[in-house]
């Protein structure tokens, strides 16, 4: 099974901040990755699939990269609407998620 | 618009059964994948199941293989997840997700249900 870490798994930080999150995947996944965001008691929105594709409507302040088994989400100038648990998933091999990354108010 | 509406959570005892139900709308159902993951509470998300375009090409994580069986009706628009034999670590929100394919492989999931929310308690 492929297992995904994420890190942080808190990050503190503020309005107009850049934000950097990294996920790792025990093995290569190609570039088969996708990120989600989930605010308290919402389901899951996806912001962006296959590493790097932005879903239509988010914003562009949004980016993914990487590929193989390391990968980022990059949020360029953190929004007020931004606060919120972030996920990263595999899609190569079965489906697995990542443990989070929550975005909170420093 | 494009609509998924999960229902059929509630409390059950341990060893109980129950059926959840995803109502697709504004898209072709028959056109695509569907899963369904799960959320304990406080804690992440996890994949539970995917069913493809038939029966033939369904899909379990290990946690619930043999217990829950995922099926799909396309002339109603519906998605179904049978939970039989439910534990006290199955209660969470349940999702349903659907997902595009061809034939290079799944999309990720792109649209989401509000979820349901099952409770394993005596």
């Known amino acids: 099974d492929i297992q995904m870490t994420q890190s942080p798994s808190t990050l503190a930080t503020s309005v107009g901040d850049r934000v950097t999150i990294t996920c790792r995947a025990s093995?290569?996944?190609?570039?088969?990755l996708a990120w989600y965001q989930q605010k308290p008691g919402k389901a899951p929105k996806l912001l962006i699939s296959?590493?790097?594709t932005l879903e239509g409507g988010v914003p562009s302040r949004f980016s993914g990269s990487g590929s193989g088994t390391e990968f980022t989400l990059t949020i360029s100038s953190l929004q007020p609407d931004d606060f919120a648990i972030y996920y990263c998933?595999?899609?190569?091999?079965?489906?697995?998620f990542g443990p989070g990354t929550k975005v909170e108010i420093k | 618009q494009v609509q998924l509406v999960e229902s059929g959570g509630g409390v059950v005892q341990p060893g109980r059964s129950l059926r959840l139900s995803c109502a697709a709308s504004?898209?072709?159902?028959?056109?695509?994948?569907m899963h369904w993951v799960r959320q304990a509470p406080g804690k992440g998300l996890e994949w539970v199941a995917v069913m493809w375009f038939d029966a033939d090409h369904r899909y379990y994580a290990d946690s619930v293989r043999g217990r829950f069986t995922i099926s799909r009706d396309n002339s109603k628009n519906t998605l179904y997840l049978q939970m039989d034999s439910l534990r006290a670590e199955d209660t969470g929100d349940y999702y349903c997700a659907r997902f595009y394919y061809d034939d290079n492989g799944p999309f990720a999931m792109d649209v989401w249900g509000h979820g349901t929310t099952v409770t394993v308690s005596s």
């Open positions: 504004g898209f072709t159902f028959s056109d695509y994948g």
């Open positions: 998933q595999q899609y190569i091999n079965s489906w697995t």
């Open positions: 093995q290569d996944i190609s570039t088969w």
């Open positions: 296959k590493a790097s």
